[in-house]
């Protein structure tokens, strides 16, 4: 399901793909939300499938690239399914940061369709940040992969202690549990995971 014209009002980039697919919450993710993404995006899972072993051993990072690559392919590859499309990117980025290029080119061209633009790069949440403050009638917000599970719980489809869980998953399996990661992940979430998570993944 590639270069589709429906833009949900969610736009993800491939590491939070990535990130959000290897938690056990994916599978409701799917189910529940609408998510786009962008062309770039699609081929860069589809290369980190390629080019990453399903037999490196669990938990390296090859692995979790393949698996989690793998998974977040599924829902944008069933035709029958409008939940997840991927829209076409022009002109189109190349290298190493082209997937995040392709989510901030695609938010300015179409800044009054996006509500999220969810990514972990600090530099990208900027930029998309600042042309969502700066422009008029909109309320966008450019925030960090964590905030996806986060429109699950909103939604009611999972337990707080469901979520807490899922957004540690995430944190250790991607290894953001630096200061800076961990800040950028609860920025935008007013739950207090205390209860279920040691004090290194929260802010």
């Not at 491939?14 to 770039?40: H, P």
């Not at 290369?47 to 938990?59: C, F, I, L």
């Not at 977040?72 to 980025?93: G, K, Q």
């Not at 999220?116 to 969502?132: C, E, P, T, Y």
Request: aromatic share 8%.
């Amino acid at each position: 399901m590639v270069d589709d014209d429906i833009r949900h009002p969610v736009i993800v980039d491939t590491d939070a793909l990535i990130a959000v697919a290897n938690t056990s919450l994916w599978s409701r993710i799917t189910a529940t939300l609408n998510v786009t993404t962008t062309n770039v995006c699609y081929h860069e899972l589809k290369r980190h499938v390629r080019e990453n072993s399903e037999y490196a051993p669990e938990g390296t990072q090859e692995r979790w690239l393949h698996d989690g690559s793998k998974t977040a392919l599924e829902p944008f590859d069933d035709d029958e399914n409008t939940s997840f499309t991927a829209v076409p990117c022009v002109p189109r980025p190349h290298g190493e940061d082209g997937g995040e290029t392709s989510v901030q080119t695609e938010v300015h061209q179409h800044l009054e369709l996006y509500r999220f633009a969810i990514l972990m790069d600090k530099h990208g949440r900027r930029s998309i940040n600042r042309v969502f403050d700066g422009a008029e009638e909109t309320t966008g917000k450019a925030v960090a992969p964590t905030f996806l599970l986060y429109l699950l719980l909103d939604a009611g489809e999972c337990s707080v202690e469901e979520f807490c869980q899922a957004c540690g998953e995430m944190l250790r399996g991607e290894g953001w549990t630096g200061y800076v990661a961990i800040q950028a992940a609860w920025e935008a979430i007013p739950v207090d995971c205390s209860q279920y998570l040691s004090n290194d993944l929260l802010p």
